[in-house]
């Protein structure tokens, strides 16, 4: 149905527009609409028709045509099958979504084969854009918060000693790893590390944070994945009067999603975290952003750092039909074109490093806070300018080959 | 105090507050699955059901938390028995396979409807402000809503209790449990008697759904992805058995807490090598017939 | 007297000739085996473009095999067999990425051997125990050995897995292709062998055994059957399959993460076996196929509520298929055979019967009428187009319900009424 409507809407652009050489470019968008994980698929799903409704005239008089496909559980298997098949049936000149590493890592030589752009609005495992050639990242990496939280948490939130507490899988090892390089080179120290099962289930926070309060940090720094593992980590962490105790909590903007932050209460309040996004963010770009939004899905619902690389990444492939008059057939010009891009959306100024296809942003510390009006909202502290992706500069472990 | 026994304390008192969810949403399954044989894999479904009962009824009409726990468990037990008199009680007399198939399929239709009225986003509860704080024992503190949590869990254990053990209603669920053929030919109805034990077991779930929502959140794959907790309970507790799930629940949920806390890096483990371990020794499980 | 003791005696000796016929028979293949093999062959040519699906259904089919030999013949019930998958899957993924033994015979064979020789071991402990018992066993060992991979991610690469494992050319010859030509070929190779050794199994005296400890363990052991053991080999042997699934998995796939081991895994299998039919080998292939397609077409039409329409086919299934979906091939033939040449009633609906129908229908209106109205509360423009009064809207879904609900309930209980008044003993 949804595909329908763009058409029209499309065709009707190509009405206005009128020109000869309208191409329609077919983008295949693999995200993950079913299961445990289907609302962070439906927050960057939400941001591409946003942009899509009220940008399908821009390309005019080109037209895009939208395939979306189920991204499956976090295995590879189902993104590699679906995706190929987009390839190799549907013939789409682009992919684009991912939440999971493991699916963008699976696809990685599939793209390169079939030399198909692949460009990530989600997955944050830092050397996947090592894999391969074709794939371009507008998200961002499990370094660019975590890394210069450490020396933010050291020198102004003032956590001499700090505690790390992690969902046990990948982006939370990466998290941590990425906090604990930064913390300790600003001269901190970590003093307790906390597994915290798996990225499936929700576990019972208790017992976790609990060890973390009998050991005393200043700080505990926290990684678990922006579903509902975020809403019952801060429970458990208000419930036990950590914050009572003196043990601060910092961590990714993960720990806040602006789609949950509402329900959080005031264990939240004060919590500081480092990201690229926040509904708060005062910029124009962000207020026509919000706006749009909430005429669009209502007031209720808030975008989040996800829908705000999901808009970025709809905002780079279409700047990229236009720059290459529709013609995407090519996948390596596709990528050269993305190489360089630069934009100010929702999260602020954007660029594509060219030597890495990785996105460079603003990092803000932001802190959790009531608004006059009641609700909670985040204030920005301090913003890091032009954050690179520090795992592949440092060449840590495999973001090094 | 010491640090060990604070320590102690702690995964006593986290790991009880644990026990009492595991117990309220299993000990239903237990019994279907002791009673009738029926393998019931859409009871996480009921206690979703039961949760998202309880967000509607706090969020949108604005019912206070307690009230919302007991029409949710009301409503889901009567749903309940819509379900068992049209679809279940076919397939009583149907094997284990056709029950999983079917109880399966309704766990996913459940899910996917659920998605469709509230979104997959993960919901939570406003709490009255007396379950948000803690309460002070003296000598330590603990938060009020895992206190509230087993106060619920002992309530429930003493009227279960009673009512299997001093009515006559339990005696007849005890009896059919033990000789179902026996049971019906002195004159036990024991459908009837089973569409009854089937309602107070979803409603508990329902119950227990609605009470994780502040532990664990709430979206619509809460239906399947407790699922295997719930089976381990049943299984290391026993069949149809009410103290074994209960001490099934109290051992695996401090093992589990303790083993959180002592050995994270290995945290997960814990709850399964007790169960391979429990059942290699019992293989019926703590008090099921062998 | 004698007349008809010799009738007896005669009878008996027919009875015999009979049964031996049947037991020489049944283990030839029938033309109608050929039709899958045909038929896989045939997509090969017909969806070209669709061969990594393929690839993926004819792995399932291959591992809801080897569940089938356990669970169909053998009566074991495991609610784990992700655990062999992944043993066989980690195999072949620890042996390129750590080793570099990148040639995919001889690392099936390593598999199969692998992952036969945990469900030796396993086996030997589990299969002591019967029902629940064995089900919650197999399903703690397979997560078990999903969190020992965790905790060591330093070897199995945790949940981001063992990435960009390249598999040598096959028989140092074909390449991997972006469209999984190769990949099908080889995959459907490997079954076809597999599925020969399998039969061999299950028509062999070994089989025959094993249906005898599902049907009833007491006399098998009463009358001298080594039940334990047969129960171990068969298990290690359906462990190395599953091992061998795995196995291909990991090669077609150039990757491997620990979700392999997942609960999820092991249910679905299952699953698909019951909607295919236990204990009939061509049960994994229907019901693999069947539902990798539905799934696919389902998550194609609606990616968000496509569990929906496979949860209503499952249910479906067991109303109308209670012995899977190849189990009902079985019964439309073995009906139609049995009622050429007799005489058959359909028994008239009885009273209850209609109130059955009617007590249906009614709750079909009553959740009809109730999404009807709660359809509109999501505002979804899909039905908004067609119809804008609320209570016109609640009123056609309840309509609707009822007849479906009505019409299912009258058809299942219309199905089911036949019966066979006289003509040729069965």
């Known amino acids: 149905m949804r595909i329908l409507r763009w058409l029209g809407l499309a065709a009707l652009a190509v009405a206005v527009g009128g020109s000869a050489q309208a191409a329609t470019v077919k983008v295949g968008v693999v995200l993950p609409f079913s299961g445990a994980n289907a609302d962070l698929g439906h927050q960057i799903d939400k941001a591409f028709d946003l942009y899509v409704k009220l940008h399908a005239k821009d390309i005019a008089p080109h037209k895009i045509e939208i395939i979306k496909r189920d991204e499956g559980p976090p ?42 752009p692949m460009i990530i609005a989600n997955a944050g495992t830092a050397w ?45 090892k990466d ?126 619902s808030y975008p989040d750092f996800m829908s705000a690389a999901g808009w970025d990444t709809m905002h780079a492939i279409f700047d990229t039909i236009n720059k290459l008059k529709g013609d ?39 802190e959790v806070y009531r608004k006059p009006d009641g609700k909670l909202g985040e204030r920005i502290l301090d913003t890091v300018k032009n954050v690179k992706d520090e795992c592949k500069v440092l060449k840590v472990g495999r973001c090094g080959k | 105090m010491p640090q060990y026994a604070n320590i102690a304390v702690s995964i006593l008192f986290d790991g009880l507050a644990y026990a009492m969810f595991l117990f309220i949403t299993s000990v239903g399954l237990s019994v279907t699955m002791g009673l009738m044989n029926f393998v019931n894999l859409a009871h996480g479904a009921f206690a979703m059901i039961g949760g998202y009962i309880v967000v509607s009824l706090t969020r949108s009409y604005g019912v206070g938390f307690i009230p919302s726990l007991i029409i949710a468990a009301v409503t889901v037990a009567l749903i309940s028995v819509r379900f068992e008199r049209r679809l279940y009680r076919r397939f009583y007399r149907a094997t284990d396979l056709e029950q999983v198939l079917l109880t399966i399929g309704l766990a996913f239709m459940a899910i996917a409807t659920f998605t469709y009225f509230y979104g997959p986003i993960p919901k939570s509860v406003p709490l009255p402000d007396w379950l948000q704080g803690s309460v002070n024992f003296g000598f330590r503190s603990f938060p009020a809503y895992r206190v509230f949590m087993i106060a619920v869990g002992v309530g429930l254990i003493a009227v279960l209790w009673y009512a299997i053990e001093r009515t006559n209603i339990g005696a007849m669920i005890r009896a059919a449990v033990d000789n179902r053929r026996m049971a019906e030919s002195v004159g036990i109805n024991v459908d009837r008697l089973f569409t009854l034990t089937f309602a107070l077991g979803s409603g508990l779930a329902a119950l227990g759904g609605g009470l994780a929502i502040q532990l664990l959140g709430l979206n619509p794959n809460f239906a399947l992805l407790y699922l295997v907790l719930f089976l381990i309970v049943v299984a290391v507790g026993g069949l149809g058995s009410l103290k074994g799930t209960l001490l099934a629940a109290l051992v695996l949920g401090i093992i589990d807490t303790g083993g959180k806390y002592l050995l994270a890096d290995a945290g997960g483990f814990f709850i399964y090598a007790v169960t391979v371990i429990v059942l290699l020794i019992k293989p019926a499980g703590f008090y099921g017939r062998e | 007297m004698a007349v008809s003791e010799k009738a007896i005696a005669h009878r008996t000796a027919d009875a015999r000739a009979r049964a031996a016929d049947y037991l020489l028979k049944r283990h030839r293949f029938r033309p109608a085996e050929a039709l899958p093999w045909l038929l896989a062959i045939a997509a090969y040519f017909l969806f070209p473009d669709r061969m990594t699906f393929g690839n993926q259904a004819l792995i399932m089919v291959m591992f809801a095999l080897s569940l089938d030999l356990i669970l169909g013949y053998a009566g074991i019930v495991s609610l784990g067999h992700a655990a062999f998958f992944g043993i066989g899957a980690y195999t072949v993924g620890l042996l390129i990425a750590r080793l570099g033994w990148s040639e995919p015979l001889s690392s099936l064979v390593a598999a199969a051997a692998i992952a036969g020789l945990a469900g030796f071991v396993t086996g030997w402990f589990i299969l002591r125990y019967r029902g629940l018992t064995v089900i919650m066993l197999t399903l703690a060992t397979a997560i078990m050995l999903q969190e020992a991979g965790n905790l060591r991610s ?25 469209y999984g030509h190769v990949n099908y070929l080889y995959v459907l190779g490997v079954l076809a062998v597999v599925f020969y050794v399998a039969r061999r199994i299950v028509y062999s005296p070994f089989g025959q055994a094993l249906t005898g400890i599902r049907e009833n363990v007491r006399r098998m052991h009463a ?19 599953a091992g061998i699934a795995g196995a291909l998995f990991t090669q077609t796939n150039a990757y491997v993460t620990l979700t392999v081991f997942e609960f999820d895994n092991s249910a679905k299998v299952m699953v698909m076996l019951i909607l295919g039919g236990t204990g009939r080998l061509y049960g994994a292939f229907i019901g693999a196929v069947v539902y990798m397609v539905l799934e696919d077409h389902l998550s194609k039409l609606s990616p968000t509520f496509w569990q929906f329409g496979i949860g209503l086919v499952l249910i479906l299934a067991v109303l109308f298929a209670p012995r899977g979906l190849a189990g009902l091939a079985e019964d439309i033939v073995r009906r139609a055979r049995l009622w050429r040449g007799a005489t058959t009633r359909r028994l008239a609906f009885r009273r209850e019967d209609w109130n059955a129908v009617i007590v249906s229908a009614l709750d079909g209106a009553a959740v009809g009428f109730i999404a009807g109205f709660a359809v509109n509360f999501r505002q979804t423009d899909l039905i908004a187009e067609y119809i804008t009064s609320l209570p016109g809207q609640a009123l056609l879904f309840a309509c609707l319900g009822a007849a479906v609900a009505a019409g299912v309930n009258a058809l299942y209980l219309a199905l089911t009424r036949r019966v066979v008044v006289e003509g040729p003993a069965p």
């Not at chain 1, 370094?143 to 939370?172: E, L, S």
């Not at chain 3, 330093?154 to 972006?178: A, C, K, M, N, Q």
């Open chain 1, 75 to 116: 295995t590879g298997a189902v993104a590699k099958r679906v995706t190929t098949e987009l390839i190799t049936n549907d013939k789409v000149q682009l992919v684009t979504g991912f939440v999971f590493s493991p699916s963008a890592i699976a696809l990685a030589p599939v793209v390169t084969q079939a030399k198909i």
């Open chain 1, 128 to 172: 996947i854009t090592n894999l391969s050639p074709y794939i371009v990242r507008l998200s961002f990496s499990m370094w660019h918060p975590a890394y210069p939280m450490g020396a933010y948490a050291y020198d102004k939130v003032g956590c001499k000693t700090a505690a790390m507490a992690y969902t046990d899988f990948p982006p939370g």
């Open chain 1, 175 to 300: 998290s941590t790893e990425a906090f604990k390089t930064g913390f300790e080179k600003a001269g901190g120290k970590i003093t307790l590390s906390v597994p915290m099962g798996s990225p499936v289930q929700v576990p019972d926070f208790t017992p976790f944070l609990q060890r973390v309060k009998d050991a005393h940090p200043d700080c505990l720094y926290a990684f678990i994945p922006s579903g509902a593992h975020a809403t019952g980590l801060m429970k458990a962490y208000g419930e036990l009067g950590l914050r009572k105790a003196g043990i601060k909590l910092i961590g990714p903007m993960d720990l806040i999603p602006d789609n949950k932050l509402q329900d959080m209460g005031d264990a939240a309040i004060g919590t500081i975290v480092m990201g690229h996004y926040a509904v708060d963010l005062d910029s124009s770009a962000n207020k026509k952003f919000k706006e749009e939004w909430h005429k669009a899905y209502g007031a209720d």
């Open chain 1, 328 to 366: 995407l057939s090519n996948g390596m010009t596709v990528v050269n074109a993305l190489k360089g891009w630069s934009a100010v959306g929702p999260r602020g100024p954007v660029t594509i490093d060219p030597a890495t296809r990785d996105i460079v942003q603003n990092e803000h510390a932001m």
């Open chain 3, 154 to 178: 330093d070897i199995s690469g945790g949940y981001d897995g063992l990435p960009g494992l390249v598999i040598s050319p096959l028989f140092g010859v074909f390449d991997y292709d972006l």
């Open chain 3, 223 to 241: 009358i001298g059957s080594p039940v334990h053991w047969r129960l171990v080999t068969i298990y290690t042997i359906s462990a190395a399959i």
